[in-house]
């Protein structure tokens, strides 16, 4: 990154000739140039580091007092509820923490789809950030495990449960991950272990999808590119870290919200029982977050073939920059294109209703077709798209879009009434 | 100088709806999504009022001191609650009883010990670190007792029932003569609020079951409230503390959203 930077004090001096951090930051934190346009959906990048940051900083403290024993894991937990300064702050945020990274990280998502945000030349940022999501699905339903109640045990169950699907060596592997012939305490310790591993190989990634973003240099709402050297363009700090910032806040109070007012919400009642080999729930539900992908596993009535297709749901989203054919970015410009989005966003909620729901009836027969949906979306619906959609004239630069509306206005206030 | 105010108002108010809208598609998705997966099946408990609900709630002390003696004197002949020691009487936020109430509740109680000098094992009252002592053994003693049947322990037993305190409160007032026609097995009773209307446990609450120390009138009503309360901090010993907190987080929270509201704005103010 380019910056004019010039470290002024004799320790910046000192510094920034051997390693040149201040310079580094200085261009990827302040000077960084960022399309003018950005709107309030391009907030959830920074919000999503936060949410890292915090689910890093309260896990490393209630790590120091979790014991990963299947006798003492439950009442450890409760330990930190009771007798732990601030323990009971620290773990509800903590699992709070999580929903609110998935809100923020489906909203991210959900914003890259419709302004193509992981078109050429962002492929490789979309791709990264489809590594970031798997490895957070594996984070987030491990740390599930940990407080060892009732849904943490039936649901580590059902899951790996889910290699024995693997011909040949699926009772072989399922065995070696269990670490014995059942879900039991060497599961627990080694969840706990690679739980607490993965939250840092996801920052790893955050690192180069960062990387890879400050290339090309941030998408925008029109999903054009910007004109060097113009008006296009503001610099990072402070008008995006100020605007960033009061995104987050806004964030934090819905967050606080969870936290101190209804922290058990988005929970299951049955995790407050301790986990019992000898007493299935009546429904074994996952986290809200998997409800979707969830559905699509069970709405097929092979296991392995339902194993396939949940973990194709998610393959699947790292091939989308050469599924969708259309060279033209944002919705903006799509008129077709948006209505199929919504659809799919429309299909996708549905989908995470059905998971929630018992596997009978109607919900399966429901659930089989959203399933089909999801991925002819994908396969058939995007492909096809770019080549008989009819595309708006793209506006020549960021700058002409404003333009216009403020000439619109103009005539508007000046018109008769 | 009206129409610059005027202006000034337009330009926040514009992104302000853009915010509504994406925080009513949270608050619209988020709740909804949780309310499936709460089991339809029970009953619908009844909702009294509770103290401790709201924003700013708080528990009753009186109430939680009458839930104790409700436990001890009922409950505690089966269930345990193996989570609480005698010391979290006195805490702030519970029961708060003095701590010479809490030694002389703890030295009813008798645990084993030890070892001694010479390796035996030793009985001695119970003091404010132990835990509550439990009425049975094993689980395979209190199940041999109870027809088979595991009286659960009750220290988060709230948080573990959808509905929570609510559901409790039902389930103890929920006991009814089973209508005409259902069979009911040996040892299995018939309640409203329990799942399939059967429950293992027989009626316990009845009036004037408990003579309460501070004279209030024992109603079956007013003991299951009581003894709910004293479950609900039980399973929530820090509640008034987090509920305290957060009101005062989030009033920052909203000061400073307010304060980079309009740096914000002031920021942006030149960019077109």
Known sequence: ?417 | MIRRGRRKLLLPQHSVLKFIKFLALLIITVPTSQSILIAAEIHEPMRPYWSFEGPLGKFERASLQRGYQVYTEVCSGCHSMDLLSYRNLIQPGGPEFSEKQAKAMAAMFEVETGPDQDGEMFMRSAILSDKFVSPWENEQQARAANGGAYPPDLSVIVKARPNGADYIYSLLLGYKDAPEGTELDDGVYYNEYAKGMRIAMPQVLYEDGVEYTDSTAASEEQMAHDVTTFLTWSAEPKLEERKRMGFKVIIYLLILAFLFYFTNKSIWRDTH
């Open chain 1, 1 to 417: 990154m380019s910056t004019d930077y010039k470290p002024q004090s004799a320790v910046a001096k000192w510094i920034d000739k051997r390693l040149p951090l201040i310079t580094l930051f200085n261009g990827h934190l302040m000077q960084y140039p960022t399309p003018k346009n950005l709107n309030y959906w391009w907030t959830f990048g920074g919000i999503l580091t936060f949410c890292l940051v915090t689910q890093i900083i309260t896990g490393l403290v209630l790590a120091m007092h979790y014991i990963a024993d299947a006798d003492l894991a439950f009442s450890s937990v409760e330990h930190i509820m009771r007798d732990v300064n601030y323990g009971w702050f620290l773990r509800y945020i903590h699992a709070n923490g999580a929903s609110m990274f998935f809100i923020a990280v489906y909203i991210h998502m959900a914003r890259s789809l419709f302004y193509g945000s992981y078109k050429e030349p962002r492929e490789l940022i979309w791709i990264i950030g489809v590594f970031i999501f798997l490895l957070m699905i594996a984070t987030a339903f491990m740390g599930y495990v940990l407080p060892w109640g009732q849904m943490s045990f039936w649901g580590a169950t059902v899951i790996t449960n889910l290699f024995s699907a693997i011909p040949v060596f699926g009772e072989s592997i399922t065995n070696w991950l269990w670490g014995g012939y059942s879900v039991g305490s060497p599961l627990l310790t080694r969840f706990f272990t690679l739980h607490y591993l993965l939250p840092f190989l996801i920052f790893g990634l955050v690192i180069l999808h960062v990387w890879a973003l400050h290339v090309p240099g941030n998408n925008n709402p029109e999903g054009i590119d910007v004109v060097q050297g113009s008006q296009d363009t503001v610099p990072f700090h402070p008008h995006y870290v100020v605007k960033d910032v009061f995104a987050l806040l806004v964030f934090m109070i819905i967050f606080a919200g969870f936290v101190f007012f209804t922290p058990n919400l988005l929970g299951h009642t049955d995790n407050y029982i301790q986990a019992n080999p000898l007493q299935t729930p009546e429904h074994i539900v996952p986290e809200w977050y998997f409800l979707p992908f969830y559905a699509i596993l069970r709405a097929i009535p092979d296991k392995l073939g339902g194993v396939i297709m949940m973990v194709s749901a998610i393959a699947i989203l790292a091939f989308l920059p050469w599924l969708d054919t259309s060279k033209v970015r944002s919705a903006k410009y799509r008129p077709l294109f948006r209505q199929f989005y919504w659809i799919f966003l429309a299909n996708f909620l549905l989908l995470g209703y059905l998971g929630a729901q018992p596997a009978e009836g109607i919900y399966v027969i429901i659930s089989r077709i959203a399933t089909i949906y999801y991925f002819v979306h994908f396969i058939i619906i995007l492909p096809v798209l770019g080549f008989v959609e009819k595309t708006k004239p793209l506006p020549k630069s960021i700058s002409e879009p404003v333009l216009n509306d403020k000439e619109r206005a103009a005539k508007a206030a000046t018109a008769p009434a």
